[in-house]
């Protein structure tokens, strides 16, 4: 499933229902609007639905994190990710594949960079053009985690999926310091989110174009022989 707009699937179980309604109350009411009986008269359910799936608050925010984690995985298909280290060629023909781009004075990181900066650049502007109300509910449950140590452990797992993967394409990329770098570059990928959504940037969306070049920008800094693939990088937005 490839979800490109903030709404939730028709055909949601009632579980599914029951978190999607907390995250849409999350970004249109904040915490303090999020409630078992609230989520019940969004979701057209008769009162008690709620409370029989999740008798507590904290179950409550727990299974928005969980739904979240899910519609946020699915932002972005693996058909649409570069090719993670298992999956390229090894041995030989890695060692084939190095030699010919010594010979020609480009490393590998010059390649990965578009591929990378393509993936990374799609996914910031589906963010912003259709999902700003799973990154407003986001921002509520990651302050809220800060004041709930059970639920922090929750959201730092859902997040653990998303951030090992860019450490792999990082490490396939060429990177020699894969983790530093990807602190680096989820950092910077949650500062655009936010600037864009709720900080200073909020009044426009940058184009996927322009996402795309800083995105390569900021990998060239990074990866061996990017530097010389920056200025491929400026195709058309969407």
């Given at each position: 499933?490839?979800a490109?707009?903030d709404?939730?699937?028709?055909?949601?179980?009632?579980?599914?229902?029951?978190?999607?309604t907390?995250l849409?109350?999350?970004?249109?009411?904040?915490?303090?609007?999020?409630?078992?009986?609230?989520?019940?008269?969004?979701?057209?359910?008769?009162?008690?639905?709620?409370?029989?799936?999740?008798?507590?608050?904290?179950?409550?925010?727990?299974?928005?994190?969980g739904?979240?984690?899910?519609?946020?995985a699915?932002v972005l298909?693996?058909e649409?990710?570069?090719?993670?280290?298992?999956?390229?060629?090894s041995?030989?023909?890695?060692?084939?594949?190095?030699?010919?781009?010594?010979?020609s004075?480009?490393?590998a990181?010059?390649a990965?960079v578009?591929?990378?900066?393509?993936?990374?650049s799609?996914?910031?502007?589906?963010?912003?053009?259709h999902?700003?109300e799973?990154?407003?509910?986001?921002?509520?449950?990651?302050?809220?985690?800060?004041?709930r140590?059970?639920?922090?452990?929750?959201?730092?797992?859902a997040?653990?999926?998303?951030?090992e993967?860019?450490v792999?394409?990082?490490?396939a990329?060429?990177?020699a310091?894969p983790e530093r770098?990807?602190?680096?570059v989820?950092?910077w990928c949650d500062?655009v989110l936010?600037?864009?959504?709720a900080?200073?940037?909020?009044?426009?969306?940058?184009?996927?174009?322009?996402l795309r070049t800083?995105?390569?920008?900021?990998?060239?800094?990074?990866?061996?022989?990017?530097?010389?693939?920056?200025?491929?990088t400026g195709?058309?937005?969407?």
């Open positions: 499933m490839n490109r707009d709404h939730a699937p028709s055909s949601a179980s009632r579980p599914q229902l029951i978190a999607d907390a849409r109350l999350l970004a249109e009411r904040g915490m303090r609007g999020l409630t078992h009986r609230a989520v019940d008269e969004a979701a057209g359910l008769p009162q008690g639905s709620t409370s029989n799936l999740a008798r507590t608050r904290a179950a409550l925010l727990e299974a928005a994190v739904r979240l984690a899910e519609r946020e699915a298909t693996p649409e990710l570069p090719l993670p280290q298992r999956d390229r060629p041995g030989a023909e890695t060692e084939a594949a190095a030699g010919a781009g010594a010979a004075g480009v490393a990181g010059g990965e578009p591929a990378l900066a393509e993936a990374l799609l996914a910031l502007h589906r963010y912003l053009t999902h700003r799973l990154l407003l509910a986001r921002y509520e449950l990651a302050l809220e985690a800060t004041r140590p059970p639920l922090r452990e929750v959201y730092d797992r997040g653990r999926a998303f951030r993967p860019v792999a394409m990082l490490a990329a060429g990177s310091a770098h990807a602190l680096s989820v950092a500062g936010f600037s864009c959504t900080g200073q940037f909020h009044a426009a969306v940058p184009t996927r174009a322009a800083s995105c390569a920008e900021l990998l060239a800094g990074m990866l061996p022989g990017a530097g010389a693939s920056r200025g491929g195709v058309a937005g969407e």
